[in-house]
């Protein structure tokens, strides 16, 4: 079974600032999620990530499979930004199901004004 | 449009009492999952479903029960509620054909057994 840890586990910034959330996993995978639970409780997917680096807009996602290590970095961070970041890995080869999922205890991102 | 939507939001049961948590989603999927997140703990697959008629069990599946009639609807049954199971449930879903292995999440559901 997969081993994903998150760090750091809560994180305070001042808005501008620019936010590396990290991930780590302990076997070989083939995909990583990252996701975004808003302080009402939503879960929005963010990325998914095979190889290399996404951005989308602020946010940028990159991994390094050799490493088993996936980072998240926000640019010119908001206050809207503030939520929990959370990284799933999937081991499984199927790329049609997420059942083989193990998903991070998250990271809570804090953004002052 | 509507995405994933689950009932209800909130809910206050006692020990051995039974309840159902209904997801319904509008997208066509055909896999949908069920997961519960405990405080400090990443989420828990309980149970999921490849298509309407088929259902298996994820990681946490005692103590709950689901079915798949249809395409849109995946009810998580829980049937005599324990304090163990007083967490957030998180109903997910994810197209067929899709390569980007997005899941789409409810809002949740936040159950509390007493």
């Known amino acids: 079974k997969n081993e994903v840890e998150q760090s750091p586990q809560n994180l305070t910034a001042q808005e501008g600032e620019f936010i590396t959330i990290n991930c780590s996993y302990s076997v070989g995978i083939s995909a990583l999620h990252w996701l975004q639970q808003h302080p009402g409780g939503g879960i929005v997917s963010l990325f998914m990530?095979?190889?290399g680096k996404k951005k989308h807009g602020r946010l940028i996602a990159t991994i390094n499979i050799q490493e088993k290590h996936s980072s998240l970095h926000i640019t010119a961070s908001h206050p809207r930004d503030s939520a929990v970041y959370i990284c799933?890995?999937?081991?499984?080869?199927?790329?049609?199901?997420?059942?083989?999922?193990?998903f991070g205890s998250g990271t809570q991102l804090t953004v002052l004004p | 449009n509507a995405g994933v939507t689950q009932t209800p939001k909130f809910r206050i049961l006692k020990i051995g009492q039974s309840m159902t948590l209904q997801c319904a989603q509008d997208m066509n999927h055909n896999y949908m999952y069920w997961y519960r997140q405990d405080p400090g703990m990443g989420l828990k697959l309980i149970y999921y479903?490849?298509?309407?008629?088929?259902?298996d069990k994820g990681e946490v599946p005692n103590g709950y029960n689901v079915s798949r009639s249809t395409t849109e609807d995946f009810p998580l049954r829980l049937e005599l509620a324990a304090p163990s199971q007083t967490s957030v449930y998180f109903c997910?879903?994810?197209?067929?054909?899709?390569?980007?292995?997005?899941?789409?999440f409810g809002e949740g559901s936040r159950l509390t057994v007493l």
């Open positions: 799933a890995v999937r081991s499984g080869t199927s790329s049609g199901s997420a059942r083989q999922l193990t």
């Open positions: 990530l095979s190889s």
């Open positions: 997910a879903s994810k197209g067929w054909l899709t390569n980007t292995g997005e899941l789409f």
């Open positions: 479903s490849v298509g309407a008629g088929i259902t």
